[in-house]
């Protein structure tokens, strides 16, 4: 079935470090990737996504490029903030049917000043 | 609404009781979701309505779970007989299309309902 795999948490980084959080999936068919993040006390938001391969999502500074060689759709961004402080879930939308969507396990993100 | 409503946000309930969380979903969308998040742990699916048909109830954990969503908008999961491990963040989330679209649907969540079970 499908699954997706994130890098365990927490990642602690001082301000305007660079970040990585690593995500790789299995799938059957072409899936959909998503980076969705949810900050204390609120409910999951996108952040972005990327429908087919080489395919590069970004927003808000952030960026992943979904590598169908690799099975991977790894986020980054160049200087984080402290309001970047979230827990960050990879996730895949299958091909076909309803969409339904399979989320990792979350990676927790504590950015100090 | 602007968003999806969730309501209660918490809730604590005593082991054997029967509880009840609300979501409404942002109006007009076709596509509902719920979704349990245990302490640390990533959303797992539950269930699955498009307008008031049940699709798919695949991820419900046992006969105590029960959703519904008679009039294709608000939408009601019950837990019956809580126990311990039923102890958790309960997702809704809706969306604009339905089945039949072929691209990336986009779910949008609600703030959840935290259930503890005592």
């Known amino acids: 079935g499908n699954s997706v795999t994130q890098m365990e948490g927490p990642v602690t980084l001082s301000e305007e470090a660079f970040l990585t959080i690593n995500c790789t999936y299995t799938?059957?068919?072409?899936?959909?990737l998503f980076w969705y993040v949810q900050y204390p006390g609120e409910g999951l938001q996108l952040l972005l996504k990327?429908?087919?391969?080489?395919d590069k999502g970004s927003n808000k500074g952030f960026e992943a490029t979904y590598r169908k060689e690799t099975t991977s759709f790894h986020l980054e961004k160049g200087s984080v903030q402290v309001s970047d402080s979230a827990v960050y879930f990879c996730?895949?939308?299958?091909?076909?049917?309803?969409?339904?969507?399979?989320f990792g396990t979350g990676t927790k993100l504590q950015v100090i000043p | 609404g602007a968003g999806v409503s969730q309501s209660p946000r918490y809730k604590v309930a005593k082991r054997g009781q029967d509880v009840a969380l609300r979501c409404d979903p942002i109006?007009?969308?076709?596509?509902l979701f719920w979704y349990q998040q245990a302490l640390g742990q990533g959303p797992e699916f539950l269930t699955y309505?498009?307008?008031?048909?049940?699709?798919?109830k695949s991820g419900l954990p046992s006969d105590r779970f029960f959703a519904e969503r008679p009039e294709g908008s608000v939408s009601t999961l019950k837990i019956q007989r809580t126990q311990q491990e039923d102890s958790a963040v309960y997702l809704c989330?809706?969306?604009?299309?339905?089945?039949?679209?072929?691209?990336?649907?986009?779910?949008?969540f609600g703030a959840g309902s935290r259930l503890t079970v005592l």
């Open positions: 989330a809706s969306s604009e299309q339905g089945l039949d679209f072929s691209g990336a649907n986009v779910l949008t």
């Open positions: 799938a059957t068919g072409y899936p959909s």
């Open positions: 990327a429908t087919k391969a080489d």
């Open positions: 996730a895949l939308m299958r091909s076909g049917g309803y969409q339904k969507v399979t």
């Open positions: 109006s007009g969308h076709v596509s």
């Open positions: 309505f498009q307008n008031e048909a049940q699709l798919d």
